[in-house]
């Protein structure tokens, strides 16, 4: 008998040890509320196609003969006249002038950081953000970046060194760059020449053949069949250089007739270049030439920039309406008495919000932020997304 009842106890001690284990898991892993959190976002009416840039494009000619070494980088500023590169006899002396320049760049800011100290100096976490800066620049850019962005990057680090004062003398790092600048002299020959700029603006190192296609003077008559050739063309690379004008230049693109209509000329919209800049770009519609159902859009920008100058075809959002408001997915809008609305947790309770929505997408909505509005969804409020049996005041496990 006292066998069997201790059999009997050990049983349903682990009959017990199991369920409560169990129990625990259920509380642990099983959520019979859901929520997500009410932020901030930012959507657009959007049109997206792609686009071919209009530029005044002045190709380089007279282009003397022999090794370039570059003064202006791919992308860079020149003003009428300004010296974009000079010729040598060879490929060592032009490498040998540009490594010359650089140093001789080095040995100057050196100088200038051993005179003044730390005072006038960046914080160091401004240090910081200009390494970063010029890190990324390298990671997104291609060889001839990297080699562009190297000035920047040491004098970054000698100034982030003088500031932790790791380092409060420059006199053997000067005399080490006035060596090796010295032993370039060999093989730094006469120039043979230089090609400057005949008008101002940005300089890029190739022509792609393309810079005719559509010339800019006729620009806003462009049709459907010529927007569509243009972007079909391949471009044909060559070697020779050429002068983006810094002012105004046009994209050209197709569009659906009737999202045209949304687009009256004169008026501005942002648009975005996904592979280009993560920053859209105003621009102001300057005609729209219909074909049909299909209509050539004209959109013309005052803004430039080394990206901007070397891009020809390329993916384009035009952003026709921004919408900001509270985000949350459609599975938390319930109707309730004919009102939209929905749960939020409360000090442990269902609490019934009522919405406005501003902008709908497959997966989530918007909605007014009225800060100052009684009984609306508010920022940051913990939004039921999935339950059973909600009700305004229900208490929730």
Known sequence: MHRWLSRLLVTLFALFLVSYTLYQG?????????????????????????????????????????AL?????????VAKGGVIATAYATDAAAAAWQQSARLDSEIAELQTLQLQGTAGLSSLDAVQ???????????????????????????????????????????????????????????????????????????????????NTIPVGSVTSVTVDQVNAALAATPQLSATGKIVDAYDWYIVCVLPSDKALAMPLGKSF????PFVSATPVPMTVAAMNQQGAETAAVLRCTNMSQDLANMRSEPVQIQL??????????????????????????????????????????????????????????????????AKGLYDGKILS
């Open 129 to 211: 953000q200009q390494l970063e800066a010029a890190l990324r620049a390298v990671a997104a850019g291609d060889p001839a970046d990297a080699l562009a962005q190297q000035d920047t990057w040491l004098l970054q680090m000698d100034k982030r060194q003088l500031i932790m004062g790791k380092v409060t003398d420059f006199t053997a790092r000067i005399h080490d760059l006035t060596a090796q600048k010295n032993a370039l002299a060999p093989q730094m020959t006469r120039a043979t020449g230089q090609l400057t700029a005949p008008v101002s603006g940005y300089f890029i190192q190739h022509c792609d053949g393309l810079e």
């Open 270 to 273: 942002n648009v975005l270049f």
């Open 321 to 386: 309406k921004q919408y900001t408001g509270l985000r949350i997915p459609t599975t938390a809008l319930q109707t309730v008495n004919g009102q939209q609305g929905v749960y939020v947790v409360y000090a442990g309770m269902a609490v019934w919000r009522q919405v406005d929505i501003l902008y709908s997408a497959p997966g989530y909505i918007l909605c007014t932020n009225d800060p100052t509005a009684s009984g609306a969804l508010q920022l940051f409020d913990s939004v039921v997304i999935k």
């Open 26 to 66: 259920i509380r642990l892993f099983y959520k019979p509320v859901e929520t997500e959190t009410a932020t901030l976002y930012t959507a657009f009416d959007a049109v997206d196609t792609t686009a071919f840039a209009v530029r005044s494009e002045t190709p380089l000619t007279d282009i003397p003969a022999g």
């Open 69 to 77: 070494a570059y003064q202006i980088g791919d992308g860079g500023k």
